[in-house]
C-alpha cells in the first residue's frame, strides 16, 4: 500500500538515522512510503502572527503536491513538520479570507482548500495497523529495554494538531510494549526540549535537559525514545555539554523508527546508531539486540 | 513560372516584392514612453529602432548570455511577464522595461579550497535560508528554470539536483531581482554546477587514460607515415576510413584493430 509521504530537511541531512529505518520498517509492514515530487521545506515553524502569509506558503505548497498526485492523505516522520503542515493545513479549511488570498497568489498552483489529512507515522501504527498486527510482526522483541518515551512538544500541542491527549499521552507506550520493550514513565516526558532556544539561549537547553533525563533515570530509564529531530539535537548536545561541565552521564537517545527496524529484524545497518548521541549500541548489545 | 517572367530583371522583383511587404507598425512603452515600431522585431531591436542605444542590457544578441533580462506587461493584466530582449518579439501594447544589472550577493571564496560538501554552499550563503517557497523566482525566470525547486534541492543539500536543474541558467538576475528572501538564486547555482562538475561528476577515466597514451607517442608513427603519404593516397585513404556506425553497440570494433 502506497502513503504519500513528507521527508522535510532535516531527515534528509542530520536525521538519516529517523528516516531510513522508517522507510524499512514500512516497507516490512506493507506500507511503501513515496516522497511527494518536487516537495520544499515546510517553514519549519507555523508562524504565529496574525497577518503573515508568506509563511504560509511554503507548508500549503506541499499538500498542493499531495493534491495533484490525487492522494488524500501526507504522512510525516518529522513531528516539527507535522505540526507546521497540520496547522497550516486547518489555516486553509477555516479560515475563508486567508484561503482565497493563498490561493490567488499561488496562482500558478491548483485551488486548495485543506483536502488533504496530514498525519504522523505513530497514528498509520496506531490507526491502520494496530498495534496487536505490528506485535505479531516483531521477530526481535525489545526484551530488558527499559525505555522512557519522551514526546516533547509538536506532537501533542496545540490541541487541534495533537495526535494523542497532552496531559497523559499513551501512544509511544503503547508502541513500546507492541515492541516487547518496557516502557517507563516519568514526570518530563512532555515537557519542551527548548526548541529554537538552542540558539539563542543554548545554557537554557542545557538546564532543560538536565531536568528531562534526570527525570528518566530516576524512574528507571535506560535510554529516551524520540521522534523530533529538534528534541533530538537539543537533548544530544545538552547532555554533552553537562557531560563535559559536571561529569553528567549521558544517556542513549534513540528514535521510535530505530527500535521499530530492530525489532521487526531488520539489519540494524539501516538504522545508522553511529549518528546517534549517547551511544545506544553498547547498551543495546548488552540487551541482546545489536551485535 | 513562365519564360517570359524568368527573364525579368531578378533585382527589380526583388525590390517589388519587399516595397509590397512592409512591416506595420505597432506601439510599445519603453520604460514608460510610447513608441511604434515595425511588428516583428525583438525587443532589443526595436528599443533601437526607437533610438536608444544599448551600451548595457545587451550582449550576445543570441539568447545565451543573459545581459538583456526583460519584465513586461500587457494592458488589462496586472501579471509580470519576462523575456530575454534578443529573443522575443514586440506585441502590441507592451510596456517595457529591462534590468540590465541587479546588486546582487555574489560570496568570495577560494574553489580550490572547497570540498563537495553542500555546507560549502550553506557557509558561502546562508541566506539561502530565507527562502520561502513564494515560487517569484520561477516565475521570473526567461530560461522556464524551476527556480524555486533547484533552491530547495540546495537546501536539502542536493549539489547534484540544484546543478542539474540550473542547467539552462543565463545568470540574467531576474530572478535575484523578484526574491523576498534576497537570495541571488543563480550565483548560489553556479557554485553548485561547479563543485558538481569539479567533485561529483564521475571522472572519465578513460579519456585521461587516452590522452596519456597520446602524450606518451602511441600515435606518432602512424602521424608520421601520414605526413609523408601524397595528397591523393590521403584523400583515399580518408575517404576509405572506417567510421563508427552512427547507432553502434558497447562492444562494437572496428575491422582493423592496428589503432586500438
Given at each position: ?291 | ?167 539552462d541558467c543565463i545568470q540574467c538576475g531576474l530572478c535575484t531581482s523578484r526574491c ?81
Amino acid at each position: 500500500m502506497s502513503l504519500a509521504y513528507y521527508p522535510g530537511c532535516t531527515l534528509k541531512t542530520r536525521a538519516r538515522n529517523l528516516e531510513e529505518p522508517a522507510v524499512a520498517s514500512m516497507e516490512a509492514l506493507g506500507f511503501k512510503l513515496e516522497e511527494i515530487p518536487r516537495w520544499n521545506c515546510c517553514g519549519a515553524v507555523y508562524s504565529l502572527a496574525e497577518d503573515d502569509l508568506i509563511h504560509q506558503v511554503a507548508p500549503i505548497r506541499n499538500l498542493i503536491r499531495v493534491k495533484e498526485q490525487g492522494k488524500d492523505k501526507l504522512a510525516t516522520l518529522c513531528a516539527f513538520c507535522l505540526n507546521t503542515l497540520k496547522r497550516a493545513n486547518l489555516l486553509m479549511r477555516e479560515n475563508g479570507e486567508k484561503r482565497n488570498t493563498l490561493n490567488s497568489f499561488m496562482d500558478e498552483e491548483i485551488d486548495y482548500g485543506g483536502e488533504v489529512k496530514v498525519v504522523h507515522i505513530l497514528e498509520v501504527l496506531r490507526d491502520e495497523i494496530g498495534w496487536e498486527a505490528l506485535a505479531q510482526k516483531v521477530k526481535l522483541p525489545l526484551r530488558e529495554l527499559k525505555v522512557a518515551p519522551y514526546y516533547g512538544c509538536t506532537l501533542l500541542r496545540p490541541r487541534e494538531v495533537a495526535i494523542d491527549n497532552v496531559e497523559a499521552p499513551t501512544i509511544l507506550r503503547e508502541f513500546l510494549e507492541a515492541l516487547g520493550a518496557t516502557p517507563v514513565d516519568f514526570a518530563e516526558s512532555t515537557r519542551c526540549c527548548g526548541s529554537y532556544q538552542i540558539i539563542s539561549n543554548p545554557d537554557d537547553i542545557s538546564e532543560y535537559a538536565r531536568d528531562i533525563l534526570n527525570s528518566a533515570l530516576s524512574h528507571g530509564a535506560e535510554a529516551l525514545v524520540l521522534t523530533c529531530p529538534l528534541c533530538d539535537y537539543n537533548l544530544g548536545q545538552g547532555q554533552k555539554e553537562l557531560n563535559k561541565n559536571s561529569g553528567f552521564r549521558e544517556m542513549p537517545l534513540l528514535y521510535f523508527t530505530q527500535l521499530l527496524a530492530l525489532a521487526l529484524g531488520l539489519d540494524p545497518q539501516v538504522c545508522h546508531f553511529e549518528l546517534n548521541y549517547g551511544s545506544p549500541e553498547s547498551l543495546l548489545r548488552e540487551k541482546g539486540l545489536f551485535s | 513560372m513562365s519564360v517570359k517572367e524568368e527573364k525579368k530583371n531578378p533585382v527589380e522583383t526583388a525590390v517589388k516584392e519587399k516595397e509590397q511587404v512592409a512591416a506595420k507598425l505597432i506601439p510599445i512603452y519603453i520604460m514608460g514612453k510610447r513608441y511604434e515600431v515595425p511588428e516583428g522585431l525583438t525587443i532589443m531591436k526595436a528599443m533601437e529602432y526607437a533610438g536608444y542605444i544599448l551600451v548595457r542590457g545587451c550582449g550576445c544578441r543570441g539568447g545565451t548570455c543573459g545581459a538583456c533580462g526583460t519584465f513586461y506587461r500587457k494592458p488589462g493584466d496586472y501579471k509580470l511577464q519576462v523575456a530575454l530582449a534578443c529573443q522575443k518579439t514586440v506585441e502590441p501594447d507592451m510596456y517595457i522595461a529591462q534590468i540590465p544589472f541587479f546588486p546582487a550577493n555574489r560570496a568570495l571564496y577560494d574553489f580550490t579550497k572547497l570540498t563537495a560538501a553542500p555546507e560549502e554552499v550553506f557557509k558561502l550563503y546562508p541566506e539561502l535560508f530565507r527562502c520561502v517557497a513564494c515560487n517569484s523566482c520561477t516565475k521570473a525566470c526567461p530560461q522556464g528554470i524551476e527556480v524555486m525547486d533547484a533552491i530547495s534541492a540546495l537546501k536539502q543539500g542536493n549539489i547534484a539536483e540544484a546543478a542539474q536543474l540550473s542547467f539552462d541558467c543565463i545568470q540574467c538576475g531576474l530572478c535575484t531581482s523578484r526574491c523576498f528572501g534576497e537570495l541571488a538564486q543563480y550565483h548560489m547555482f553556479q557554485l553548485a554546477r561547479r563543485i558538481y562538475g569539479a567533485g561529483i561528476v564521475p571522472r572519465a577515466e578513460h579519456l585521461a587514460e587516452m590522452v596519456k597514451a597520446v602524450n606518451g607517442g602511441k600515435y606518432d608513427r602512424f602521424l608520421d607515415v601520414l605526413k609523408r603519404v601524397k595528397e591523393d593516397e590521403l584523400k583515399k585513404l580518408y575517404q576509405e576510413r572506417e567510421v563508427e556506425p552512427m547507432v553502434a553497440g558497447e562492444d562494437w570494433k572496428p575491422e582493423d584493430t592496428t589503432y586500438l
